[in-house]
Nanobody, 130 residues
């Protein structure tokens, strides 16, 4: 069955960096767009970034543009989120998710609707604190 497993979270000081990984199994990334979401305590889940199945298109939430970079390694069936210049407001549980069809543009422009995604990981905690 399809499975997504995130890793790479942890505690980092403001201005620091982390790289999250999402290992996919049970399906091929060739037919799925992949996204990162996050959910802070007491808040709704929000989209952070997505990458098309072809790796040609990437999209970012406004508050992470220029700081976060999403990438994909098809051979390893793994999606990454490089997070630089982390700030306390980035503290959240980060989830990866898979969207059948390979294109996340429509979902992005509709505001990263979580209920449109097919598979989810269990999440990894990112805490930014001094």
């Amino acid at each position: 069955q399809a499975q997504l497993v995130e890793s790479g979270g942890g505690l980092v000081q403001p201005g620091g960096s982390l790289r999250l990984s999402c290992a996919a199994s049970g399906f091929t990334l060739d037919y799925y767009a992949m996204s990162w979401f996050r959910q802070a305590a007491g808040k709704e889940r929000e989209g952070v970034s997505c990458i098309s199945a072809s790796d040609t298109m990437t999209y970012y939430a406004n508050d992470v543009k220029g700081r976060f970079t999403i990438s994909s390694d098809g051979a390893k069936a793994t999606v990454y989120l490089q997070m630089n210049n982390l700030q306390p407001e980035d503290t959240a549980v980060y989830y990866c998710a898979a969207l059948r069809g390979g294109d996340c543009a429509a979902n992005y422009y509709r505001g990263f609707r979580p209920n449109e995604y097919d598979y989810w990981g269990q999440g990894t905690q990112v805490t930014v604190s001094s």
